[in-house]
């Protein structure tokens, strides 16, 4: 069965420091992953994906994340947090498949402090 | 483009009573679906509509109807709203297909069910 795992469920980084949020995937095919971030009482905004080709991939706002496929993680990086960055942050993945659903982790909350 | 839109904001019922959730994107999109978001479990499928005139069940239906009016507007209906119903509830649609798959969010019904 697919999953995602997001492990933390907030992570506290000060601004200045390098960010990292985790992410653990499950899917029977090859995966396509997602972050997708939520500022409060807003809808998700897609953040950045991966599909194929290179395993770092940059994304909005200066995030990007990693493919890792022997360890089966799609960790978010970002080198300088700043306060704005600041959010609730969704790891999302789906199959090959033409259904295009998608699984959501839990989510982990990103407070930056100045 | 006014993107994916959703009404109300807020609504606030009792047990017992009924309402539809609207939904409209104008982005010209296939896909359409409802999750609703509840703290630590990220979000849920309720029903997806693949195409117009498709509906399909996702991870939590029970207790709510869809209708996929045409292809710009999927409206979500709660016949006997129950407490457990209280949540924030998201509209999505994509274009699915290769690198636009990508999944664009309304901003949200934030619903209570007295």
């Known amino acids: 069965a697919q999953s995602v795992a997001q492990p933390e469920d907030q992570v506290n980084v000060a601004e200045g420091n390098p960010l990292t949020v985790k992410c653990t995937y499950s899917v029977s095919g090859n995966p396509y992953l997602f972050w997708y971030v939520q500022y409060p009482n807003r809808g998700l905004q897609f953040l950045l994906k991966?599909?194929?080709?290179d395993n770092l991939v940059k994304g909005s706002y200066g995030f990007e994340a990693e493919f890792n496929k022997s360890q089966t993680s799609f960790h978010l990086k970002k080198p300088s947090a700043l306060v704005s960055d600041s959010a609730l942050y969704f790891c999302?993945?789906?199959?090959?498949?033409?259904?295009?659903?998608?699984?959501w982790g839990a989510g982990t909350k990103l407070i930056i402090k100045p | 483009n006014a993107g994916v839109t959703q009404t109300p904001k807020f609504q606030v019922l009792k047990t017992g009573q009924s309402m539809t959730l609207q939904c409209a994107q104008d982005?010209?999109?296939?896909?359409m679906y409802w999750y609703r978001q509840d703290p630590g479990m990220g979000l849920r499928l309720i029903y997806y509509s693949a195409s117009e005139g498709t509906t399909d069940k996702g991870e939590v239906p029970n207790g709510y109807n869809v209708s996929r009016l045409n292809k710009r507007e999927f409206s979500l209906r709660l016949e006997s709203a129950a407490p457990s119903q209280t949540s924030v509830y998201f509209c999505a649609s994509i274009l699915p297909g290769g690198l636009t798959d990508t999944q664009y969010f309304g901003p949200g019904t934030r619903l209570t069910v007295l």
């Open positions: 991966y599909i194929t080709g």
């Open positions: 999302a993945v789906r199959d090959g498949g033409s259904n295009y659903q998608l699984i």
């Open positions: 982005m010209n999109h296939n896909s």
